[in-house]
């Protein structure tokens, strides 16, 4: 069902309404009802009109099927109207006989017509004129003499040829204007499939990356302990010395795996950026890794930057998986990180160490879970990721995104 066509049609048969109830009301006062005979049948069938529009529950259940009963309806009461006028006083003077039905043929029927032809097509538009011109033939054949017969139906051809015209036009738009709506539709869905599915992609992949912290931090620390605490029990009554050496350890073990969870969790949180903004929040995550490890850092960003979200979170997750891998892998003694505007909106994110490097080009981020999760997220945001490795000459990742990834 088109959207506001009832509508429509309830508002015109408002101005309807009004029209027929007032000549009734002239009718009744002026004590000529018995000479229009067919003026009050058309009343009845108007009172079933306005059931049929204005009754909400039929349109819900069967709204395209009521509003043909309720053109149909309309179009036998404006024959019905017609018929009475010439059963009362039929034409003598045909040329204003002619002007008066070809008014009234259009200015009656034209806006149904039209909602006939946008709801039904070129079928609603054959069916409306067929039934209009049988009807007011109907009428002519019972009501008129020869001449004004022929002329008569004169008039109905001429101005169902001109509805033709005007519903093959009606028709051709509407078909265009539903299949763009559909196109439409089938768009929107499949953004709305694919913003799902990046979406649980990005949970998934957070999801993975939190297994490998929890992974590298409390697993490995939990299982040492294990591992320290069996030799302890071992070596309880037979090396008392040793053992309180190796309970020492296991405590010490367990307090820094405790430190390096609790670091974890933390850095799951995206409040730093919510709280500081990017470039505060990466000179805290920087302060942070520096009084960790000791690890000289230098340290290069602009003092401010307009970045969306999106752009904002994976530069800061990538800069952190990067100095996370330099303190567990890599044995560095200096850090450099830069964030370097380039021409238009471009910018280049550089996280480079001197530390022990690997073979990158024979062992590409195999075993590496941390250079894999930076290249996951350079591929959603569409900027490009270099990751540079030898060993001995440290590790370099560079990060290329561009004006539209970085747009706020």
């Known amino acids: 069902m088109e959207p506001g066509l ?20 002239m009718l009744i006062i002026s004590d000529q009802v018995a000479q229009y005979p067919a003026f009050f049948p058309s009343v009845a069938v108007l009172l079933v009109l306005n059931f049929l529009l204005f009754f909400k529950p039929f349109q819900q ?45 259009f200015t009656t029927l034209f806006i149904p017509f039209l909602i006939a032809a946008w709801q039904f097509g070129l079928p609603g538009t054959l069916a409306f004129i067929v039934l209009t011109t049988v009807l007011e033939g109907s009428v002519f054949m019972l ?10 139906m004169g008039f109905t051809v001429f101005r169902s040829i001109n509805f033709f015209i005007i519903g093959v ?24 499939h694919y913003a799902t599915t990046l979406e649980q992609l990005a949970v998934s992949r957070e999801r993975n990356r939190l297994a490998r912290e929890l992974h590298d931090t409390l697993a490995h620390t939990l299982s040492g302990v294990s591992v320290q605490l069996e030799a302890v029990r071992a070596l309880w009554q037979a090396k ?26 933390e850095n799951l949180r995206a409040e730093p950026l919510e709280d500081l903004g990017l470039i505060l929040a990466l000179e ?7 009084d960790r490890t000791g690890v000289e850092l230098e340290l290069e960003l602009p003092e401010e930057i307009n970045l969306s979200a999106t752009a904002q979170h994976a530069i800061y997750r990538t800069v952190q998986e990067a100095l996370t891998n330099i303190d567990r892998h ?58 540079d490795s030898t060993p001995g000459a ?11 990834a970085v747009q706020a």
């Open 61 to 105: 259940k069967r709204g395209p099927l009521v509003l043909a009963l309720s053109l149909a309806a309309y179009i036998v009461i404006t024959i019905l109207l017609l018929w009475s006028q010439l059963d009362q006083s039929p034409p003598l003077d045909m040329i204003a006989w002619g002007e008066f039905y070809f008014r009234f043929g």
């Open 330 to 387: 890599a044995g560095a003694s200096l850090v450099q990180v830069s964030l370097i505007p380039g021409e238009g909106r471009n910018l280049t994110l550089t996280v480079r160490d001197d530390g022990v490097g690997f073979d990158w080009a024979n062992h590409p981020e195999k075993g590496h879970f941390g250079l894999r999760g930076i290249r996951e997220r350079a591929e959603l945001l569409g900027a490009g990721c270099e990751i």
């Open 394 to 404: 440290g590790t370099t990742i560079v990060l290329h995104l561009k004006e539209e």
């Open 6 to 25: 009832f509508h429509i049609f309830r508002i015109y048969m408002l101005f309807f309404d009004v029209i027929v109830i007032a000549n009734a009301v």
């Open 143 to 152: 009501t008129l003499e020869d001449m004004s017969r022929y002329f008569s």
């Open 240 to 265: 008392p010395q040793e053992a309180h050496s190796m309970l020492d350890q296991a405590l010490s073990d367990t307090r820094s795996g405790l430190s390096e969870t609790r670091r974890a969790l």
């Open 284 to 290: 805290r995550l920087c302060s942070s890794f520096y």
């Open 169 to 192: 036009i009606i028709s051709r738009l509407m078909l265009a204007q539903r299949r763009q709506r559909y196109e439409l539709e089938k768009a929107n869905q499949q953004l709305t």
